[in-house]
């Protein structure tokens, strides 16, 4: 089965800093990779997803970025933060389609001070 | 269009008392239906799945569902709930093959001693 590894467990950083969040996969090959939020208070809202390498879709119009530069690495970032840019950022992935479960990362915890 | 609402923002029961999770959707395609569990600052477990097999599905943790198609509802149960039940819970709809995942915007589970 798939294992998703998310670094770093929490993150501080200031308004304007640059960000990369990194996600690698393991147990599988080819999935479709995906970048969720969790707003304080919120539901998960789609970022970006991946298909294949180098093939990414913006869910959202916004202050971040998505790169899959490998099979299984898929990278979030930002050259300049917001405040807004705050909250909780989670990978998954899935392997096929149909009835497919996702399987998620433990995310990561970003302050943006 | 899909969507999926979740009826209840919280719901709260004592230890050993039966648990409903109500969550309707709608789709215009054969949906596929999750319930997915997050604990503070984890990512999100799968607990069942719904793929047209059989109407009720057993999940982990003594957790099912039941997919009623006249009704478009998914709603979760459990018999006895569990202190470590208290987190929040995501009912999701993938339509299809769809790479897209809707999630509903969630119910936290308190459970009283």
């Known amino acids: 089965s798939q294992t998703i590894h998310q670094w770093p467990a929490t993150l501080v950083q200031p308004v304007g800093s640059p960000l990369s969040l990194e996600c690698t996969v393991e147990?599988?090959?080819?999935?479709?990779l995906y970048w969720y939020r969790q707003a304080a208070g919120r539901g998960l809202q789609l970022l970006f997803y991946?298909?294949?390498?180098?093939?990414i879709s913006s869910e959202v119009p916004q202050n971040l970025s998505a790169s899959r530069p490998q099979d299984r690495q898929f990278i979030l970032s930002s050259k300049k933060l917001l405040l807004s840019d705050s909250g909780f950022y989670l990978c998954?992935?899935?392997?096929?389609?149909?009835?497919?479960?996702?399987?998620f990362g433990n995310g990561t915890r970003l302050t943006v001070t | 269009a899909q969507s999926v609402t979740q009826l209840d923002s919280h719901v709260s029961v004592s230890e050993g008392t039966p648990v409903l999770l109500r969550c309707n959707y709608s789709?215009?395609?054969?949906?596929?239906l999750f319930w997915y569990v997050q604990h503070p600052n984890k990512g999100l477990q799968l607990l069942l799945k719904?793929?047209?097999?059989?109407?009720l599905v057993k999940g982990i943790n003594g957790f099912e569902a039941e997919f009623k198609k006249s009704e478009t509802s998914f709603h979760l149960t459990k018999p006895s709930a569990h202190m470590s039940d208290a987190a929040e819970y995501f009912c999701?709809?993938?339509?299809?093959?769809?790479?897209?995942?809707?999630f509903g915007s969630g119910t936290r589970l308190l459970v009283r001693p």
């Open positions: 999701v709809v993938r339509r299809g093959s769809s790479y897209k995942l809707i």
């Open positions: 147990g599988t090959s080819n999935p479709n």
């Open positions: 789709s215009s395609y054969s949906p596929s």
């Open positions: 991946s298909v294949g390498i180098g093939q």
């Open positions: 719904y793929t047209s097999a059989a109407t």
């Open positions: 998954a992935c899935v392997n096929g389609q149909g009835d497919s479960p996702l399987h």
